[in-house]
């Protein structure tokens, strides 16, 4: 008899035998007990999960000479014919080889004819994501109203390829990738009834390697006992397939922790010499990385389900990453996708993997963020106290000779606060605030425009319990209402008080300019002077002031807007000309 392959004669016979599946044969048993059947199907999934043989069940279920029915006999002449490949009435079509118009064209054609032996004429067509737009075009009919002994089922690993208007006439089925445990558990069937014998670590690594896939860990698990013999162990794995041990991956973590770059080299030789991949090394060791991590984080009762390694392994992990904190891994993962990506681009990968593994040898202990924010906590609370001590000095010192005096401490720090004490509190003079006005605005044109815009309009006129008087000039009704919105108002606050080192609240008010030239312009008493003269600052020219025939308090007062408005100031007075 012609030896048939693992994958082939340990097929499923039933939705029963399906692994990993259950939410997909559960509802194909119960629309056949209840026959509501639809016409089409579109079966997706990785590979190796079962599309193909739970197609196969499903056309044994419909055809058995007892059916429609959920448990196919696998006695009677359909189910025999079918599990063999020779029933007429099960046509499967390879969508990657028969992927043209004219192949449709065909089925089409022949779709129309009644089966021969069974109740139905089922069409699988595999990987039917390679079919061309115009074979779809061609289908689409015959998906949306065929004879009603015709069952379609569209099989593919690739399920974003196949169009919406043929997807959309279908049933969806997802198939999943198969877990470890169910995988080892198949494993262990086939192992006992081929009488092999197998470590139990080989186990989870065949299971690892397959990724989900049950037909791949059956194809490796008959290499590896072929290659020894029937006696399978853990090195016979990783010399077959050429695979990283993990015993690897387990010492260059040690050189890690014990920051030993010569082992770490070495140990990366050594894979070299024994023909392994580095792409493939620096995956397993991210995917190392990972274990360490959920051992950190995870409780140890719930590693088994989240690490898919033996329990020796697990043990051993759990004991590498109390060597390392949180920010040591994600540190190390963060270097290693890097190499990753690098080895993708350029063709020295072992250099690059040999200064990853410096760079991670040679590493600095990382500190915990806690522990960093509280430093910082500690440096500011000490920067404040610094602000304060040299906000008390006085104005003017006398250092001694050569030290020269302090001229700028920070641009935060542009004069000493003059506090007062009010009722056992520091109060601020608004000679503090005016000092710091111009820089207050640069700054907020930094953080907010329209805020500083708005407020180089304004004057601070006056300091009284914990508040500051800002003038607005009167009729500038939306600067003061911008002003005064809370947001506003709390980034003006926050600014000042890094200037003066104190805390003011803001209170708008509005003033005249007439009201602020009085209160500037210093009075100026009636004294005997001789000649009269205005001097503008700005222009460098006296203007001699007309003669007036009789001092009055009205004529005080405009020559003291005037004075105000062109920055003048009275040298001289000639008393006979005022009448005096």
Not at 119 to 125: L, P, S
Request: glycine share 4%; proline share 4%.
């Amino acid at each position: 008899m012609t030896y048939r392959v693992y994958a082939r004669r340990f097929r499923p016979r039933s939705f029963d035998e399906v692994v990993g599946q259950s939410h997909i044969t559960t509802t194909l048993k119960n629309a056949i007990s209840m026959d509501k059947l639809a016409h089409a199907y579109l079966f997706t999934g990785p590979r190796g999960t079962g599309k193909t043989s739970t197609a196969r069940i499903f056309a044994m279920c419909l055809n058995c000479k007892n059916g429609p029915t959920p448990n196919p006999c696998n006695k009677c002449s359909s189910c025999s014919e079918i599990k063999s490949g020779t029933n007429l009435d099960l046509i499967e079509i390879d969508g990657a080889s028969n992927r043209g118009i004219d192949d449709i064209r065909n089925l089409r054609e022949n779709i129309k004819f009644q089966p021969t032996s069974g109740k139905f004429k089922i069409y699988i067509i595999d990987e039917s994501h390679m079919l061309t737009q115009e074979a779809f075009n061609a289908l689409l009919k015959t998906l949306e109203e065929p004879p009603p002994h015709v069952k379609i089922i569209l099989a593919t690993t690739q399920p974003h390829r196949i169009p919406l208007t043929i997807a959309s006439r279908c049933q969806r089925f997802d198939f999943r990738k198969i877990s470890t445990k169910d995988i080892i558990l198949k494993l262990k069937t086939i192992v006992e009834e081929e009488r092999l014998n197998i470590q139990e670590d080989a186990f989870f690594e065949i299971a690892k390697i397959s990724d989900g896939s049950l037909r791949d860990a059956e194809s490796i698990l008959e290499q590896i006992g072929v290659f020894s013999n029937g006696e399978i162990k853990f090195e016979d794995i990783t010399t077959v397939l050429g695979i990283v041990p993990q015993e690897i991956v387990f010492d260059v973590t040690e050189s890690l922790i014990n920051k030993d770059s010569k082992k770490a080299l070495l140990l990366i030789d050594r894979l070299i010499e024994e023909g392994k991949d580095i792409s493939q090394f620096v995956s397993v060791l991210i995917e190392h990385f990972r274990n360490l991590l959920i051992a950190k984080i995870a409780q140890k009762g719930s590693l088994d389900s989240l690490i898919e390694l033996s329990k020796e392994h697990i043990n051993f992990i759990i004991k590498q990453s109390e060597s390392f904190s949180l920010q040591d891994i994600f540190y190390i993962i963060n270097v290693l996708l890097n190499t990753q990506e690098l080895i993708r681009r350029h063709p020295y990968d072992k250099i690059l993997l040999e200064i990853s593994m410096v760079k991670l040898t040679q590493r600095e202990n990382l500190v915990k963020l806690d522990k960093i924010l509280n430093k910082l906590s500690e440096l500011t609370t000490q920067n404040e106290k610094t602000i304060l001590s040299i906000q008390d000095m006085p104005e003017k010192n006398n250092f001694p000779k050569g030290t020269g005096e302090i001229e700028n401490t920070s641009s935060f720090i542009t004069k000493k606060p003059q506090a007062g004490e009010k009722n056992g509190k520091k109060q601020i003079r608004l000679e503090t605030v005016q000092s710091c006005w111009s820089q207050l605005i640069e700054t907020l044109k930094d953080e907010k425009m329209s805020v500083a815009t708005f407020l180089l309009e304004a004057k601070p006129l006056e300091v009284n319990d914990g508040s500051l008087i800002v003038g607005i000039p009167d009729g500038l009704t939306f600067h003061r209402e911008s002003l005064e919105r809370p947001e506003n108002k709390r980034l003006i606050e926050e600014i000042l008080a890094r200037f003066i080192g104190y805390d003011l609240k803001l209170v708008f008010t509005t003033f005249t300019k007439d009201i602020e030239s009085n209160i500037e312009i210093e009075e100026i008493e009636g004294e005997t002077v001789e000649d009269t003269e205005l001097e503008l600052t700005s222009k460098e020219e006296i203007i001699e002031e007309p003669p007036v025939e009789k001092n009055t308090p009205q004529d005080d007062s405009i020559i003291k807007l005037t004075l105000k408005l062109f920055g003048g100031r009275i040298v001289k007075e000639d008393k006979s000309e005022r009448g005096l």
